[in-house]
């Protein structure tokens, strides 16, 4: 059967979210794009076991972060990852998303151990409640919690702000964030 | 990275200013942002297209 129009409707309003989770876990565009095309194959394939009435967002949050970590998880096998050269490749692939003002805070960002970035990015960024967050983390509230202020302090400490004023040496990201941010 | 440097300031610093958490905040959503505002590609759109049309068929 074809897909309901109003869940059809939910997965696409989902993508543009989904996209930056994906590029904000994988560092690059492609694998991220191949992430959120997996997981609607999936989500497709599967939607009988979603509920109606309840976030397709969330549920869609939680398929992709469980493909990405499964994925990274045999990355790490591949390759013998010793706890750092994969995260290399987030910093160092030249086909990288975002404008030259956000590089320094990618670089940032792909340093974080990756259950720090993914619980950061989904509170502070793509707007899920701590509980939202610890479900598609199947994790405790707490767990995740911790996860966020310990992202914020490594982040802190590896873009140098020690206060408002200070945000380390790179003008264009202080330019952007004085400009307003949020857009 | 200067390592020394960091570690001093961990070791000097408890919790996170609430200004330093507002700028790293705004930080975060304007990149993640950044994404967003791209839209759907229309990859995804064909995609979802496309298996509506093959569940159209197949059920025949």
């Known amino acids: 059967m074809p897909l309901e129009p109003s869940v059809r409707e939910a997965m696409l309003s989902a993508v543009p979210s989904l996209r930056a ?3 904000s876990l994988s560092g690059n565009v492609d694998r991220a794009d191949d992430l959120v095309q997996e997981t609607l194959l999936r989500a497709m394939a599967n939607i009988d076991s979603f509920q109606p009435g309840t976030n397709m967002s969330a549920w869609l949050f939680t398929i992709l972060r469980n493909l990405f970590r499964s994925e990274y998880r045999k990355r790490r096998r591949e390759v013998e990852d010793s ?3 994969y995260a290399d490749t987030l910093t160092s692939h030249p086909e990288q998303h975002g404008r030259i003002e956000f590089e320094e805070f990618r670089k940032a960002l792909a340093q974080l151990p990756s259950d720090q970035r993914e619980a950061l990015i989904l509170v502070g960024a793509s707007g899920f409640s701590y509980e939202e967050a610890a479900g598609i983390c199947s994790c405790a509230v707490g767990t995740i919690k911790s996860r966020v202020n310990r992202a914020r302090t ?3 400490e590896l873009l140098a702000i020690d206060s408002a004023d200070d945000f380390g040496p790179d003008q264009s990201t202080r330019a952007v964030l004085s400009a307003g941010g949020r857009r | 990275m200067m390592q020394n440097d960091v570690q001093t300031r961990m070791k ?3 919790r996170l200013g609430r200004d ?3 700028k790293l905040g ?5 990149y993640f942002d950044d994404v967003v ?3 759907v590609p229309d990859r995804f759109k064909d995609l979802l297209q496309q298996y509506d049309e093959r569940k159209d068929k197949g059920s025949s």
Request: hydrophobic share 30%.
């Open chain 2, 26 to 30: 705004k930080t975060l959503q304007a």
């Open chain 2, 12 to 14: 000097r610093r408890g």
């Open chain 2, 37 to 39: 505002k791209e839209g």
């Open chain 1, 83 to 85: 706890d750092g050269s």
């Open chain 1, 154 to 156: 490594r982040l802190s």
């Open chain 1, 21 to 23: 989770f994906a590029i």
């Open chain 2, 20 to 22: 330093v958490q507002s």
